[in-house]
């Protein structure tokens, strides 16, 4: 007899944009879990839709800046079962390199909006101090 349990997974994408002057997009996140941090445009994967896909309209949901799907790279994979308070959230995490100061808005599951000197950057939620870096060492080479 086989004793199996299943874990609910849910599946999430990040936008890391990173600036020619090395500054970083975050949103001040609006809703708990972590609501008044500091973390990275992203969202839940909707159904049809591809985590490159969902990367493009959350960054544009969020902050404003618009991209289109191809134009950005994945970073990688972020699956560790404690990274969420909410449960086990895997994500895809996508780069995008933009000019400096490109025009940003706080819209969606954002209160605020701001760039960040990827060397000083502020309290993160989740583990998106990780996924910055992984993106920052990946657009410099």
């Known amino acids: 007899m086989s004793t199996e349990t299943f874990e609910a997974i849910r599946y999430t994408a990040d936008a ?21 941090r500091w973390a990275l445009p992203g969202g839940h994967v909707d159904p049809g839709e591809t985590s490159r896909v ?9 902050t404003g800046v618009y991209a289109t799907p191809q ?26 390199t933009v000019h400096s100061r490109v025009p940003i808005e706080a819209g969606d599951d954002a209160a605020k909006v701001e760039w960040f000197p990827l060397d000083a950057l502020p309290e993160l939620a989740f583990d998106h101090a990780e ?8 657009a410099s080479r």
């Open 16 to 36: 890391v944009v990173i600036t020619t002057d090395n500054r970083v997009l975050l949103i001040e996140r609006a809703h708990e879990p972590h609501a008044g």
């Open 54 to 62: 969902a990367a493009a309209r959350e960054l544009a949901e969020e």
């Open 71 to 96: 134009e950005l790279t994945q970073v990688g994979v972020w699956d560790a079962p404690d990274r969420d308070p909410r449960g086990r959230y895997v994500t895809a995490a996508y780069q995008l």
């Open 131 to 138: 996924i910055i870096r992984t993106a920052a060492e990946t």
